[in-house]
């Protein structure tokens, strides 16, 4: 393509396509950084899980992150079937222990957990042979069964990763929730935090 331009023939061709090759790089380089952020976030990606390990001898409740990158934990809350309310930790949740604990935690959100590492909720580990400590081992599965626990996470970048609704025992359907209350109810005697988060709890004190 040519012009005149006081008696002299411009060509114009060079300079369409010097600003077309331009063009074409700065999209390029657009999508290769969107390529690399999205590469980046995805090489870091925290992966969620609840775990539940019962084994004789051994009660054990932890989060895993099991992703690449590092969890934050937005919030935990746990919740029981037939209560409206819920709670920051299990420790809040579950029967009070006659013996001590073997480990546990109380609210953890806003905590992060490193690839590969996980944060144990509540461990209760007992002797087999000693009465008191198998008979709580009881109450608290009994309890357990009828808890979720749920959790919402971030990654390292600030953005929603898909969180966890973990039942501790599966579905409610499989066993008798009175007979999960029950075994909270023989706690309840020694047990006032609990009596006073369900005063109108219908199968307290029967």
Known sequence: MYFMDAGKTVSVLPEIASIFIAFIAVVIAAWSASS????????????????????????????????????????????????????????????????????????????SVRPGSSINLLEYSYRTGRVTENRFARELREALRVMTVHVSCKDIYGEEVPGQEKKLSGSAATFDISRAWGGLRLTAVINEKWARAHPTNPLRGR
């Open 36 to 111: 690399q952020r999205k590469h980046n976030r995805l090489s870091v990606r925290p992966l969620p899980e609840i775990k539940l390990r019962d084994m004789e001898g051994q009660i054990k409740v932890e989060l895993c992150n099991n992703g690449t990158g590092p969890l934050i934990i937005s919030k935990l809350r746990v919740s029981a079937v037939g209560i409206d309310e819920s709670w920051e930790c299990l420790l809040d949740a579950v029967p009070e222990s006659p013996v001590a604990w073997t480990f546990f935690v109380g609210n953890i959100d806003g905590r």
